[in-house]
């Protein structure tokens, strides 16, 4: 799940409001197949539609499948439009999404620090402090998601808004499920979401979370997402002021800005801004972790995101230099741990751990997506990041458990006469649920789910 799947089930007039934004259509870039992005760079200045067969000219043959998958992509975003011309098909890039975008590529979309004051300046809080808040809230949401946190991160006071609840979301997501006594577990899904980036990771929760606020307030979704977008696109500790609670001067908040200051709210319980007052004002300080609302799932935009600590060896040991226990618990996952001192882990990747691993529902490209998203700098730089006999032995891992299939079977045996198992063990193989047979001791098996279609014709062509 990212930014662009998530548009792509907006209704046009909600993209159209989008798209008036320069700080969502950047984003909207960002987050296109390399193609696509090719085909909106050059058609960003071009006022006419254009023929559709001079786009299908811009590709080489052997890449059409690709040259489609872009198109598409475009025209679910409601980018790419058709029209008609003297009988002829043309296409042209979204005039909305045009404008917007060719503001912010002449450069007057930029945010900095000139309107923040002297005084708050001096005492805003520092890179570590903001990295260690954000490290706190989104380790907290994770630890609660696989049980080990009792409660979910807490709400930022000086806001004043509601705090945001969020086992609804994980349950909308897929990412947790309640039993029958009501108790909260983890599901497939959420194993596979804990090895996701960071980017992944939080569109999947915010998309949930944007489709709860259209249904209470339809009007201003397109306004809390283009607020969402322009704090990725701000530097980090880089503050703004809080959206106030009155905007009009009868002393009544405009809806926009109540919307505003509610995601705001919910942003900082997050860990993607860090609430603090000055001058009797509060103030938004963007943790790094807000990059990840617009950065993409690129490696570059994660390193920015997110500090790598694992070292993985050609003899399957792993080292990763982190004191989270979010992380620990995470790498249990599919690594054997045999040794645990403050700042450092250490494991093993055993067929046993990753088999326990695969079982969850976790794949093994998820496994090496994951250490190579969390690579130690110095191993990062590396080609490849990882050492191929170890990528090569987790894939052969999966493969081994997927070479047998498991199916509950009935055993059909002591036939009265030979022609009565021949016609059984065909009609078997008819159905599709055939397994297994021996003619000799005139014994069949097969699937449990077609035993009374089955147990039906032997009884009908015993009596013939």
Known sequence: ??????????????????????????????????????????????????????????????????????????????????????????????????????????????????????????????????????????ETLLMYLVGSAPCPPSSAPLLGVPSLEFDPILDTAGLTAADARGSRSITEKGFRFLLMDTYNQLWTLLREYLVDADRRSGQVLAEAISFMVQLGFREASHPLPAPAHSSKPDGKASEGHLQERTVSGHLAQLGLLLPFKAGGQVWLCPTRLSMALTGGSSAKSQQDVTEGFCIVETNYRVYAHTDSKLQHAILRLFIRCECLLPNLFVGTLTRESVTSALTCGITADEILQYLRQHAHPQCATRSPVLPEVVADQVRLWQADTQRVKYHTATLYHDFPRPEVFTKAASKAKELGAWLWEDTGQRTFAAITAFHPQIRDYIREIQHQ
Not at 56 to 61: L, T, Y
């Open 1 to 138: 799940m990212d930014l662009a799947v998530y548009l792509e089930t907006l209704p046009p007039v909600t993209l159209q409001r989008l798209y008036q934004s320069k700080w969502t259509c950047q984003a909207v870039l960002r987050a296109l197949p390399p193609l696509a992005k090719h085909y909106v760079l050059r058609l960003l200045f071009v006022e006419r539609p254009i023929p559709a067969r001079l786009i299908d000219s811009w590709h080489a043959v052997k890449f059409r499948s690709t040259h489609e998958l872009a198109v598409e992509k475009l025209a679910r975003l409601q980018l790419l439009k058709p029209a008609t011309s003297q009988g002829e098909t043309m296409l042209f890039l979204d005039r909305t999404f045009q404008a917007s975008l060719q503001e912010a590529v002449c450069g007057r979309g930029k945010l900095g620090m000139a309107d923040v004051p002297q005084d708050v300046r001096q005492i805003q809080p520092q890179t570590e402090q903001l990295d260690k808040y954000a490290r706190q809230q989104w």
